[in-house]
């Protein structure tokens, strides 16, 4: 019997994804008003939280605007391949500030514990990890990436599987933020470096040395691709 992995869903996404769609096949054209919350909440079958968290997304984009009292209107449609592309990049990009965000609040709790809990074994996992580093997959999102891996290995390192599972559940974009910046000259190095920090703060014990090479870490991320050094590719 062979049992796959759930994967964690953005439901979100979904929406915007319909969105555009209906932009593509000329349903919505620019100056449109969209429907109402809880019409398009109840035809997605999704709640109206999750629709605002879309909405959100897509007027930062410039896709829609909200008008005080009138409702959401389409603001401009995607009449070229390469505005299609850069919405969805730039759609990406922001989640993956989010995801960083939020990283620099719960994986810093997570490398704490994990420098207090940590067994020898569990050590050795993370350097195994560490040292598999290299050519990112693009195209992969299996576990055993070394990227992922480590992360992965650390939060397993707690002995608290609620953390294991917070990792667990973002593994697809841990893997879209290593691939956003993976190109960039000398990058790959880096990453190494800032992940060995990690990893010997771990082995000595210290949560706090630990907390603190993994915010330099996330900076450094969250660095490159808010001044725009990743290109299209990633």
């Known amino acids: 019997m062979t049992i796959k992995k759930i994967k964690y869903h953005r439901v979100y996404e979904d929406v915007i994804e319909q969105i555009e769609n209906l932009i593509l096949e000329g349903n919505l054209a620019p100056g449109d008003v969209l429907p109402t919350e809880r019409e398009l909440a109840q035809a997605f079958g999704i709640s109206r939280g999750t629709l605002r968290e879309a909405f959100r997304i897509l007027e930062r984009e410039g896709l829609i605007e909200t008008r005080p009292g ?8 995607l009449s070229k391949a390469e505005d299609q592309k850069r919405i969805i ?54 576990p055993t990436n070394p990227d992922q891996a480590f992360h992965l290995s650390i939060a397993k390192a707690t002995h608290n599987v609620v953390l294991v599972n917070l990792i667990d559940l973002h593994m697809d974009l841990l893997q879209k933020t290593a691939t956003k910046t993976v190109d960039i000259p000398g990058r790959k190095a880096e990453v190494y470096k800032e992940h060995f920090r990690i ?17 330099h870490h996330i900076g450094q991320v969250k660095s490159n691709i808010m001044h725009n050094k990743v290109g299209s590719n990633g």
């Open 70 to 77: 009138g409702g959401r209107f389409l603001s401009k449609n």
């Open 199 to 215: 990893l010997q703060a771990i082995k000595e014990k210290d949560p706090q040395k630990a907390k603190e090479a993994l915010l």
């Open 89 to 142: 990049e730039n759609i990406e990009r922001a989640t993956i500030m989010e995801l960083l965000e939020a990283r620099e609040i719960f994986e810093t709790g997570i490398v704490e514990l994990a420098a207090l809990r940590a067994t020898e074994q569990d050590i050795a996992e993370i350097e195994n990890a560490l040292e598999r580093w290299g050519t990112i997959d693009t195209d992969s999102d299996d």
